[in-house]
């Protein structure tokens, strides 16, 4: 009966609209599965090359924004910040809530809203956890929460895929298994997004395979450049990796900014 159930939830959640796919998907167990083993030591890595970077005061505020299961958070907390996470994802919250203490708190919360105003030194956005929605609006209303939530003098850290490098790196098809589950993923693109379908075969579990399709935005410093400095933030600096190599349009993974609160 459970199974029934569980199958029957997941299979609303996949014919959803590609509009809100990241509301079923994220809250997929399968989700869950697919990307359970992060690289764990290269966000380790990055969070000490930030912190090295940014150099806050140990009293510092920070916020991050599509925590996820909160990785990025419990680093952050372990250094003594004072940090809180957000994510839309019911489940990834309900893990990470495992983890609170005095430094470290968690809500799921969808980034579009607003969230606690002119509060926080930091606020972070890793990872590309952003670039989801639908409208332009959306996406501005976004960003507006990210400037909102930021102290006057603050800093606002988005770590987002480099479109140029992605669109020649793109790996178009590619299979992955664990616990018996079967993921076929198909990745292409068009002139204005990146998309993945993820096809899951689960023999145990699913009389039939589901199928998940991500879509993210192609944003590109111009972009961000303007989307920013419309809600009182300016770029003070831009990376292309992890550890904070100078961005280069083609040969960057990664497409780091460092924006302030004016």
């Not at 966000?43 to 920070?62: D, G, Q, V, W, Y």
């Not at 930091?122 to 996406?139: A, D, K, L």
């Not at 831009?238 to 550890?243: C, E, H, L, P, R």
Request: aromatic content about 14%; charged content about 25%.
């Amino acid at each position: 009966m459970i199974y029934t159930i569980r199958y029957l939830t997941l299979l609303m959640l996949s014919n959803q609209s590609v509009k809100s796919w990241y509301r079923g998907w994220f809250n997929s167990p399968y989700y869950h599965l697919l990307y359970e083993k992060r690289d764990e030591q290269e966000a380790a890595s990055f969070i000490e090359n930030l912190i090295k970077r940014l150099n806050p005061a140990l009293t510092a505020s920070m916020l991050d924004i599509g925590c996820g299961k909160g990785r990025h958070s419990k680093m952050l907390a372990a250094k003594g910040f004072l940090v809180t996470g957000l994510d839309i994802s019911e489940e990834s919250i309900r893990e990470a809530r495992h983890s609170e203490n005095d430094h470290l708190e968690f809500f799921v919360h969808d980034m579009r809203l607003p969230f606690r105003i002119n509060y926080y030194d930091y606020v972070f956005n890793f990872f590309t956890s952003f670039g989801y929605f639908n409208t332009e609006r959306e996406h501005n209303n976004a960003i507006k929460t990210f400037a909102q939530a930021l102290k006057k003098g603050g800093t606002l850290v988005i770590d987002y895929l480099n479109v140029h490098y992605t669109d020649s790196h793109l790996v178009k098809e590619s299979e992955v298994t664990k616990n018996d589950v079967s993921f076929l993923i198909k990745r292409w693109s068009d002139d204005h997004h990146f998309y993945k379908n993820i096809i899951v075969n689960d023999p145990q579990n699913l009389p039939n395979p589901l199928s998940y399709t991500e879509k993210v935005a192609k944003f590109k410093i111009g972009d961000f450049t303007e989307m920013l400095s419309y809600h009182g933030l300016q770029i003070q600096e831009v990376f292309g990796s992890y550890d904070f190599q100078p961005y280069d349009l083609h040969t960057s993974p990664r497409l780091i900014l460092f924006a302030k609160k004016l």
